[in-house]
């Protein structure tokens, strides 16, 4: 097995008319194609799409930035998408968690939180990855707290960022140190 990149890049000029008018949108929203969207280009429709998704749920959305990286992590971790656990524990310790829950994670432990929302995220990422409805009380916890828009975002961003780390496994795309 190699560990060659298996994102293939589309040269600008032999892009169909569709990827030109996502590749440029994505350009003058985000200043570069970022790796993602090099995956979901292929499917031009399908990039606009996800851009539309991922907008919302990190800049719009009821969610903290705080809250919105800790989902990611628990994802990234989830799927051990390197490449998405790289970046957004690193967003997430500057952003004032501990390593410890970092840590915790990787070491298939529940972490600590001081923060009842944070919990909230976490518990309910936990029962929404395994198998069945979870604990009525998880449930019940995270609407109190998070309400029913925020359940929503969190499973959002669980299909979201599982399609993001999935897919920056599957094509082999380098962490950034």
Known sequence: MTDTSRIK????????E???KVFADLVAGRGKLLAPYKIWIHSPKFAAAMETIGTFLNKAGSL??????LCICIIANH???EYVWAAHVKRCLELGYPQAVFDAMRAGQTPVFDNDRERAIYDLAAIAMAPGAGSDEVFARSEKLLGRNGIA???GL????SSVAMGMKL?????RA
């Open 64 to 69: 903290a930035e705080r809250e919105v990286e």
């Open 9 to 16: 890049e589309i040269p600008e000029n032999a892009m169909s």
């Open 158 to 161: 669980l299909g979201y960022y």
């Open 153 to 155: 975002e969190v499973l």
């Open 79 to 81: 799927w051990r998408g």
């Open 171 to 175: 094509h082999r795309v380098p962490v």
């Open 18 to 20: 569709a990827q030109k």
